[in-house]
């Protein structure tokens, strides 16, 4: 027959090749976690799993797009803690992040971390505060754009500091990276999937980690309370989506397979090489990401908020 009824298309699932869509650049912190655990699905599904990098506005252009996508389990979006802050930062958000999409799972939580380019003059955390609370808007600060991960953790440290430094917008903190390392821009606050290897290698500075204790991969890191400033904790969790209305039966499939993923020795291993780990099997469902996403679309909101940073 020509068109085979609902239950019998999910339970052939996968027939053809599946697109994550990453919101950021390639290169980037939410690329390497989806590369990562695309694979280790593809292996499971049998299908080529292939990541597709839709960088702009924050990660909003991406999720727009996989929002509006056919809902047959083909077109995924992997992003990461902007799902929650978008609403807060856009007035007029083309995607409701609850309704319009179904949930699959977590995958995994990074601390950032505060860096700067190798030759700026801030030594320590205390330094680099006496630095922008004198300089201001002459240091330039690099993010992902209005509802990137690096955009909450500059807008936090900004508000800690009761400072503004200039922000220079990316498509992601891969190319914001480079630009690091080359020495055109003075800092930036970044997932550890994206900084550890540079920091290790000497290549960029590091003043601080944005969890409660130091981390393994970075023992001389500071935690920011350290370093002098209290309060200050940050964790950016990803989560994996289909569009809204994907049948049960393919969502069912797609945490199974996101969950066999996350068990997978060479998925562990590359996260805890770059400072974090895979969230546990209870954590990749579709209940603790949706439950998640609400709590802390209304922490965001709150904090966002009280910070004073309209909706633009
Ligand atoms: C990326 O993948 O480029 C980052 O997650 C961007 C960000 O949110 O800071």
């Known amino acids: 027959t020509a068109l085979a009824a609902p239950s019998v298309m999910a339970q052939d699932y996968p027939t053809q090749p599946i697109t994550i869509v990453v919101p950021f650049s390639a290169g980037g912190p939410t690329?390497?976690?989806?590369?990562?655990?695309?694979?280790?699905m593809s292996e499971d599904l049998g299908q080529q799993v292939v990541v597709q990098n839709v960088g702009g506005a924050g990660g909003t252009l991406g999720a727009g797009q996989v929002a509006a996508a056919t809902n047959d389990?083909?077109?995924?979006?992997?992003?990461?803690?902007?799902?929650s802050t978008a609403p807060a930062l856009y007035a007029s958000l083309p995607y409701d992040p609850i309704t319009d999409f179904?949930?699959?799972?977590?995958?995994?939580?990074?601390?950032?971390?505060?860096?700067?380019?190798?030759?700026?003059?801030?030594?320590t955390l205390e330094d680099l505060i006496a630095h922008v609370k004198e300089n201001g808007e002459n240091v330039t600060y690099a993010n992902a754009g209005i509802g990137a991960a690096s955009q909450l953790c500059g807008l936090l440290f900004m508000d800690a500091l009761d400072t503004r430094?200039?922000?220079?917008?990316?498509?992601?903190?891969?190319p914001a990276m480079t630009d690091l390392l080359g020495g055109q821009i003075d800092m930036m606050c970044d997932q550890t999937t994206n900084t550890t290897s540079q920091?290790?290698?000497?290549?960029?500075?590091?003043?601080?980690?944005?969890?409660?204790e130091r981390i393994d991969v970075l023992p001389d890191v500071p935690t920011m309370a350290e370093g002098g400033i209290e309060d200050f904790e940050l964790a950016i969790w990803h989560g994996?989506?289909?569009?809204?209305?994907?049948?049960?039966?393919?969502?069912?499939?797609?945490?199974?397979?996101?969950?066999?993923?996350?068990?997978?020795?060479?998925?562990a291993?590359?996260?805890?090489?770059?400072?974090?780990?895979?969230?546990?099997?209870?954590?990749?469902t579709p209940d603790a990401?949706?439950?998640?996403?609400?709590?802390?679309?209304?922490?965001?909101?709150?904090?966002?908020?009280?910070?004073?940073?309209?909706a633009q």
């Open 73 to 83: 389990g083909y077109t995924l979006l992997l992003h990461h803690i902007g799902m």
């Open 165 to 174: 430094m200039t922000e220079v917008p990316y498509q992601g903190t891969g």
């Open 199 to 212: 920091i290790q290698a000497g290549e960029i500075k590091a003043y601080a980690v944005t969890t409660p």
């Open 240 to 267: 994996l989506y289909a569009p809204a209305g994907t049948d049960p039966a393919i969502v069912e499939r797609l945490t199974q397979s996101l969950q066999v993923a996350l068990a997978n020795e060479t998925v």
């Open 102 to 123: 179904e949930p699959i799972g977590l995958v995994t939580e990074v601390p950032m971390t505060i860096v700067a380019r190798k030759d700026f003059e801030p030594e």
């Open 289 to 310: 990401l949706a439950q998640r996403l609400e709590e802390q679309i209304a922490l965001w909101g709150e904090v966002i908020a009280a910070a004073g940073v309209a």
């Open 31 to 40: 690329d390497t976690v989806t590369r990562l655990v695309a694979a280790a």
């Open 269 to 284: 291993t590359s996260f805890a090489d770059l400072g974090t780990a895979p969230v546990t099997a209870e954590e990749a």
